[in-house]
């Protein structure tokens, strides 16, 4: 974060001017409270959702009689240096008294979840991660920078950029999936987007790294759950992604829920302090997670609130999300010596870098204008959508090429996901309109598809029987849209069971039953556990939660017009009792395979439904002539990739490796590159891809970098499980 002379001077003038506690202020984000305005508490209006008394749209209803706590006077008064809003006429209001009212007039900070767009929603980072495509992630997070920070909002809680390997986990959906090269690409890819257009002030904002660290390890799959690991797998996987984005500039970190290894991340000294801010020399700030530093306590590791406090600010917390616990108990901290001033002032000089870095105490205003600028979506924006969902689509199946559909086919268009445009949209998004959302019905109706739509049934609820027999007996192919809910994705959203959920297998059931055709186009958030639909539906479209446009996208891909190039970022288990599965595991001594006596199970063997990296297209490609030539300092691996089919496609050749012998055992293999090429048909390209040797090492325990002389495999291919291997003799 570069700022002039004369603004560190104005930073270093500042923390000298506050008192204590308008230290403490800076240190504290708060929630617009929700403070009555109905005939029962809030906290029981919520529990009332939970066990379905009221519905989602009633509950959204009787908020709009809500009465909130602005927090105004807290903040004239310095006691808040940032806020969660999305309201531009009251971030102006709140800034104008925080900028004019307040003694020293720092802005706030307006902080908000924008994890895969704003009101242009685009894929949920799962899916687009499967683009394998980094000019994209940071296009799209550019995109949402601009579109929120004319909302007034100046930071987003955003990448999420936890590694996961396991699926009953519902967060899988927010992050890039289970590769820490894959997520390291997405999380540099997303931290450019977002904070590195200074073409103006209204171009960018405050990335936000999280959920450090670890988090996607929770035990089970098992939202919120502990984490535990050896150190060396931490190096290796979990922090890489976090070191290489705040080497690309993040602005922020947010601390996670989960304990790992025995200390909760709100308050882990070795993790905030000694990775984070001494190893790689975050620049910003650390905010915790909502809540995270009173949920100590109930981690018990603090006996209180106050405690809970001094430890997270003694172990490099600079902010609280939500507690309140900063302000209530840090001036007692630090005049009972439990806390010392130099801690508070470090994390406030940070806060303060950040706030001046986004041009806050010269711009801290929304224009009338501005706020305005996408009231309607620009056609750009729109198009962006697209191009990321038509990106992120995976082509699973297509027995006998069914696809790519005819116009003209009579299609029963099936499921009750394939006409409800809120559905697309995926977890956390909060600031879309619902006319900007293209359901897969409607998207059909855009292309002048020959169909008829019967609901027959979805992710909740029966089957309508006769709509089945309509649905059968009328089109010549049936498109089943199945899939989950987004309410059964995203944070608090673990699965037991990643099957399809409700009677969809049975829909499907009764619908191959009739003999015709039928296309799976599903619509999740996680890897579903899929084996019998691969058995049995003779083609598959993986369309995850694909934003805004959505529908358009995935009529564009059944009917030909784009021929689906996405991949998968996460592997698909054949069943939830395979979690966690992913393919860069050791080897073990037992390898999985046919025999009895090796690591496999008896009702599900060992080799996962679909591996990272998979994904089929309308056409077919072929690799020859792998070659690996050793320099001094990388390996150049070249390959040669033909379209041997009828249609022009885009491969993602992927390059991996394998340490075969070394000091701590090795995964079989782990991605160390991919590049996209586009082919007519009988077109070959030759590829070529480079490996630095100081890319080939991993870390101990003690987080010493090894690179050991050895045999090394060099893959280059289409997927995790499919391709070419090279071994060469490697010496550093
Ligand atoms: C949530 C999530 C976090 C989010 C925060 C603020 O609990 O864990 O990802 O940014 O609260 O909404």
């Given at each position: 974060?570069?700022?002039s002379k004369?603004?560190?001077?104005?930073?270093?003038?500042?923390?000298?001017?506050?008192?204590?506690?308008?230290?403490i202020?800076?240190?504290?984000?708060?929630?617009?409270?929700?403070?009555?305005?109905?005939?029962?508490?809030f906290?029981?209006l919520?529990?009332?959702?939970?066990?379905?008394?009221?519905s989602?749209?009633?509950?959204?209803?009787?908020?709009?009689?809500a009465?909130?706590?602005?927090?105004?006077?807290?903040?004239?008064?310095?006691?808040?240096?940032?806020?969660?809003?999305?309201?531009?006429?009251?971030?102006?209001?709140?800034?104008?008294?925080?900028?004019?009212?307040?003694?020293?007039?720092?802005?706030?900070?307006?902080?908000?979840d924008?994890?895969?767009?704003?009101?242009?929603?685009?894929?949920?980072?799962?899916?687009?991660?499967?683009?394998?495509e980094?000019?994209?992630?940071?296009k799209?997070?550019?995109?949402?920078?601009?579109?929120?920070?004319?909302?007034?909002?100046?930071?987003?809680?955003?990448?999420?950029?936890?590694?996961?390997?396991?699926?009953?986990?519902?967060r899988?959906?927010?992050?890039?999936?289970?590769?820490?090269?894959?997520?390291?690409?997405?999380?540099?890819?997303?931290?450019?987007?977002?904070?590195?257009?200074?073409?103006?002030?209204?171009?960018?904002?405050?990335?936000?790294?999280?959920?450090y660290?670890?988090?996607?390890?929770?035990?089970?799959?098992?939202?919120?759950?502990?984490t535990?690991?050896?150190?060396s797998?931490?190096?290796?996987t979990?922090?890489p992604?976090?070191?290489?984005?705040?080497?690309?500039?993040?602005?922020?970190?947010?601390a996670?829920?989960?304990?790992?290894?025995?200390i909760?991340?709100?308050?882990n000294?070795?993790?905030?302090?000694?990775?984070?801010?001494?190893?790689?020399?975050l620049?910003?700030?650390?905010?915790?997670?909502?809540?995270?530093?009173?949920?100590c306590?109930?981690?018990?590791?603090?006996?209180?609130?106050?405690?809970?406090g001094?430890?997270?600010?003694?172990a490099?917390?600079?902010?609280?999300?939500g507690?309140?616990?900063?302000?209530?108990?840090?001036k007692?901290?630090?005049?009972?010596?439990?806390?010392?001033?130099?801690?508070?002032?470090e994390?406030v000089?940070?806060?303060?870098r950040?706030k001046?870095?986004?041009?806050?105490?010269?711009?801290?205003?929304v224009?009338e204008?501005?706020?305005?600028?996408?009231?309607?979506?620009?056609?750009?924006?729109?198009?962006?959508?697209?191009e990321a969902a038509?990106?992120?689509?995976?082509?699973?199946?297509?027995?006998?090429e069914?696809?790519?559909?005819?116009?003209?086919?009579?299609?029963?268009?099936?499921?009750?996901?394939?006409?409800?445009?809120?559905?697309?949209?995926?977890a956390w998004?909060?600031s879309?309109?619902?006319?900007?959302?293209?359901?897969?019905?409607?998207?059909?109706?855009?292309?002048?598809?020959n169909?008829?739509?019967y609901p027959?049934?979805?992710p909740?609820?029966?089957?309508?029987e006769?709509?089945?027999?309509?649905?059968?007996?009328?089109?010549?192919v049936?498109?089943?849209?199945v899939?989950?809910?987004?309410?059964?994705?995203?944070e608090?959203?673990s699965?037991?069971?990643?099957?399809?959920?409700?009677?969809?297998?049975?829909?499907?059931?009764?619908?191959?039953?009739?003999?015709?055709?039928?296309?799976?186009?599903?619509?999740?958030?996680?890897?579903?556990?899929?084996?019998?639909?691969?058995?049995?539906?003779?083609?598959?479209?993986?369309?995850?939660?694909?934003?805004?446009?959505?529908?358009?996208?995935?009529?564009?891909v059944?009917?030909?017009e784009?021929?689906?190039?996405g991949?998968?970022?996460?592997?698909?288990?054949k069943?939830?009792?395979?979690?966690?599965?992913?393919?860069?595991?050791p080897?073990?001594g037992?390898?999985?395979?046919?025999?009895?006596f090796?690591?496999?199970?008896?009702?599900?063997?060992?080799?996962?439904?679909?591996?990272?990296?998979?994904?089929?297209?309308?056409?077919t490609f072929s690799y020859?002539?792998?070659?690996?030539?050793?320099?001094?300092?990388?390996?150049?691996?070249?390959?040669?990739?033909t379209?041997?089919?009828?249609?022009?496609g885009?491969?993602?050749v992927?390059?991996?490796?394998?340490?075969?012998?070394?000091?701590?055992?090795?995964?079989?293999?782990?991605l160390?590159g991919f590049?996209?090429?586009?082919?007519?048909?009988?077109?070959?390209?030759?590829v070529?891809m480079?490996?630095?040797?100081?890319?080939?090492?991993?870390?101990?325990?003690?987080?010493?970098?090894?690179?050991?002389?050895?045999?090394?495999?060099?893959?280059?291919?289409?997927?995790?499980?499919k391709?070419?291997?090279?071994e060469?003799?490697?010496?550093?």
């Amino acid at each position: 974060m570069m700022l002039s002379k004369q603004q560190e001077a104005k930073i270093q003038s500042l923390i000298k001017e506050m008192t204590l506690e308008e230290k403490i202020g800076q240190m504290n984000l708060a929630s617009v409270s929700i403070v009555g305005g109905f005939d029962v508490p809030f906290e029981e209006l919520i529990e009332m959702v939970g066990d379905g008394r009221i519905s989602n749209e009633e509950f959204g209803k009787i908020m709009q009689s809500a009465e909130q706590d602005f927090h105004e006077d807290e903040i004239r008064e310095g006691k808040i240096g940032a806020l969660m809003l999305q309201d531009p006429i009251k971030a102006n209001k709140l800034q104008k008294i925080a900028v004019e009212e307040s003694r020293l007039g720092i802005p706030l900070l307006i902080g908000l979840d924008v994890i895969h767009g704003f009101k242009t929603v685009y894929p949920i980072a799962i899916a687009e991660a499967g683009a394998f495509e980094p000019e994209l992630f940071e296009k799209t997070a550019r995109m949402a920078a601009k579109e929120s920070r004319s909302k007034g909002v100046t930071w987003h809680f955003a990448p999420m950029i936890d590694v996961a390997r396991d699926a009953r986990w519902g967060r899988v959906s927010e992050g890039p999936g289970e590769d820490p090269f894959l997520v390291t690409e997405f999380a540099k890819a997303k931290v450019r987007g977002l904070q590195n257009d200074h073409t103006s002030t209204e171009h960018y904002v405050a990335a936000c790294l999280k959920h450090y660290v670890a988090y996607g390890a929770c035990e089970a799959g098992r939202d919120y759950n502990t984490t535990s690991m050896s150190r060396s797998l931490l190096h290796n996987t979990y922090l890489p992604p976090f070191e290489a984005a705040v080497k690309e500039g993040a602005a922020s970190v947010m601390a996670s829920f989960n304990d790992l290894n025995g200390i909760p991340c709100s308050v882990n000294q070795f993790t905030l302090r000694t990775m984070l801010k001494e190893t790689f020399d975050l620049d910003g700030f650390v905010v915790s997670d909502a809540n995270g530093i009173r949920e100590c306590v109930n981690h018990g590791i603090a006996s209180d609130d106050a405690e809970a406090g001094q430890q997270a600010v003694n172990a490099g917390m600079d902010m609280d999300m939500g507690t309140g616990i900063f302000s209530k108990h840090l001036k007692d901290c630090v005049k009972a010596e439990k806390v010392s001033e130099s801690a508070m002032d470090e994390a406030v000089e940070r806060i303060l870098r950040v706030k001046m870095w986004l041009g806050l105490f010269d711009n801290p205003y929304v224009s009338e204008e501005t706020m305005h600028r996408y009231d309607v979506l620009p056609k750009e924006n729109i198009e962006l959508a697209l191009e990321a969902a038509k990106k992120s689509i995976v082509l699973l199946k297509n027995e006998n090429e069914i696809l790519p559909l005819k116009k003209e086919t009579k299609i029963s268009l099936v499921g009750t996901l394939a006409d409800n445009p809120e559905e697309v949209i995926g977890a956390w998004a909060m600031s879309w309109n619902i006319e900007d959302c293209v359901s897969v019905k409607q998207g059909l109706e855009h292309a002048g598809a020959n169909f008829t739509y019967y609901p027959c049934g979805g992710p909740e609820g029966g089957l309508n029987e006769a709509e089945i027999q309509d649905a059968i007996r009328e089109g010549d192919v049936i498109v089943a849209v199945v899939g989950e809910l987004v309410s059964m994705t995203g944070e608090a959203a673990s699965k037991a069971d990643i099957s399809l959920p409700g009677e969809q297998r049975k829909l499907l059931e009764r619908l191959l039953a009739s003999g015709k055709p039928v296309v799976a186009v599903l619509m999740n958030g996680r890897p579903l556990a899929l084996e019998w639909e691969q058995g049995h539906v003779p083609a598959i479209l993986e369309g995850w939660h694909l934003g805004v446009q959505m529908g358009n996208a995935i009529a564009s891909v059944l009917f030909g017009e784009t021929n689906p190039s996405g991949r998968l970022a996460s592997t698909f288990p054949k069943a939830a009792g395979q979690c966690p599965i992913y393919y860069n595991h050791p080897n073990t001594g037992r390898p999985g395979s046919k025999s009895k006596f090796t690591s496999r199970y008896l009702d599900a063997g060992f080799e996962p439904l679909y591996p990272f990296g998979y994904g089929l297209s309308y056409t077919t490609f072929s690799y020859r002539d792998l070659s690996v030539k050793e320099e001094p300092d990388r390996l150049i691996a070249t390959v040669n990739v033909t379209n041997t089919g009828t249609v022009e496609g885009t491969e993602t050749v992927q390059l991996y490796m394998r340490d075969v012998t070394a000091s701590i055992v090795r995964p079989i293999k782990e991605l160390k590159g991919f590049q996209k090429v586009t082919l007519k048909p009988g077109e070959t390209a030759k590829v070529v891809m480079e490996l630095a040797k100081s890319q080939m090492g991993f870390y101990d325990d003690e987080r010493n970098y090894r690179l050991e002389d050895g045999i090394f495999q060099i893959f280059m291919g289409a997927n995790a499980r499919k391709g070419m291997m090279q071994e060469v003799e490697v010496t550093f």
